[in-house]
């Protein structure tokens, strides 16, 4: 499947640890990624700087399911099963 447009569900939930151009910590979970642009692409997709774990990231109807709300607690409950 293809990433929906004004989703970035997966730009917002998960934490990142690596640095991110703008949040040179990474993000914790439930913030909204600085390199997302209002129409909620990625201001640096494509780029060597985005994290890998963005790469990692594809869609699936899995974690994308059919709307924003849904892919974001579905990547909350990966991100409580993922915490160390
Ligand atoms: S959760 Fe899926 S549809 Fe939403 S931004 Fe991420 S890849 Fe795209
Ligand atoms: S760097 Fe781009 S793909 Fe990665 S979380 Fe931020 S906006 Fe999303």
């Known amino acids: ?3 929906r447009d004004h989703c970035g ?12 151009p703008g949040m040179p910590n990474g993000k914790p979970a ?3 990624c600085i390199q997302l642009a209002d129409d909620n ?29 849904y892919a974001m607690l579905w990547l909350d409950d990966l991100e409580r099963a993922t915490r160390p």
Do not use: D, H, W, Y
């Not at 997966?10 to 690596?18: D, E, G, K, Q, R």
């Open 1 to 3: 499947m293809n990433c």
């Open 9 to 20: 569900a997966c730009c917002t939930a998960p934490s990142i640890t690596s640095p991110i």
């Open 30 to 32: 439930g913030v909204r």
């Open 41 to 69: 692409r990625c201001r640096i997709f494509g780029k060597p700087e985005r994290p890998a774990f963005c790469g990692g990231l594809q869609p699936s109807e899995e974690m994308c399911g059919t709307t924003r709300e």
